[in-house]
T-cell receptor
Framework: GENVEQHPSTLSVQEGDSAVIKCTYS??????FPWYKQELGKGPQLIID?????GEKKDQRIAVTLNKTAKHFSLHITETQPEDSAVYFC??????????FGTGTKLQVIP | EAQVTQNPRYLITVTGKKLTVTCSQN?????MSWYRQDPGLGLRQIYY???????DKGDVPEGYKVSRKEKRNFPLILESPSPNQTSLYFC?????????????FGQGTRLTVV
């Protein structure tokens, strides 16, 4: 099955700085890579995703990059704000119709 | 409003007492799934369903059962709960292929088994 590793597990940044979270995966057939944000007391919510036919995708302050050769994809948040504080999860296809999530990154943005 | 609804939100039960956590979606999604979230382990898939009457095991299915008799509902059944099933549970749905489309999550059910 798929093995998804996510780093770091915790990340503290000053407001206005950038944050980068990285995930690696093992199944070279994977071709859809979403990122989810989980705020306290809520379910995860998709914030951005990328498919294997592109290398980078941006949505305002959020971007995702994909390196299929190295089997890793990263979430980049620029100009961080307190409301970015949350737990972030990456995910990748995990074998026949399964989905494998990373272990999560708790991001704290310090005002 | 498009949503995934889980009930109950909080549940405390005793070892061995059967329980069911309900999940319902109003988006006509084909793919539904259950996850458990534990500290340091992230989200782990318990069971998933590709469509009505089609279910399969995820990565941690032991001790759980599911059914998909209607497209909108996907209940999670614990026949004989044990303390190691204390966790935060999420139901999710996707329009079609769970591996290649966005998952919509419910608000979660926090289960404590004593």
């Amino acid at each position: 099955g798929e093995n998804v590793e996510q780093h770091p597990s915790t990340l503290s940044v000053q407001e206005g700085d950038s944050a980068v979270i990285k995930c690696t995966y093992s199944d070279s057939a994977s071709n859809y890579f979403p990122w989810y944000k989980q705020e306290l007391g809520k379910g995860p919510q998709l914030i951005i995703d990328i498919r294997s036919n592109v290398g980078e995708k941006k949505d305002q302050r959020i971007a995702v990059t994909l390196n299929k050769t190295a089997k890793h994809f990263s979430l980049h948040i620029t100009e961080t704000q307190p409301e970015d504080s949350a737990v972030y999860f990456c995910a990748a296809p995990g074998g026949y119709q399964k989905v494998t999530f990373g272990t999560g990154t708790k991001l704290q943005v310090i005002p | 409003e498009a949503q995934v609804t889980q009930n109950p939100r909080y549940l405390i039960t005793v070892t061995g007492k059967k329980l069911t956590v309900t999940c319902s979606q109003n988006m006509n999604h084909e793919y539904m799934s259950w996850y458990r979230q534990d500290p340091g382990l992230g989200l782990r898939q318990i069971y998933y369903s590709m469509n009505v009457e089609v279910t399969d095991k995820g990565d941690v299915p032991e001790g759980y059962k599911v059914s998909r008799k209607e497209k909108r509902n996907f209940p999670l059944i614990l026949e004989s709960p044990s303390p190691n099933q204390t966790s935060l549970y999420f139901c999710a749905s996707s329009i079609r292929d769970g591996q290649n489309t966005e998952a919509f999550f419910g608000q979660g059910t926090r289960l404590t088994v004593v």
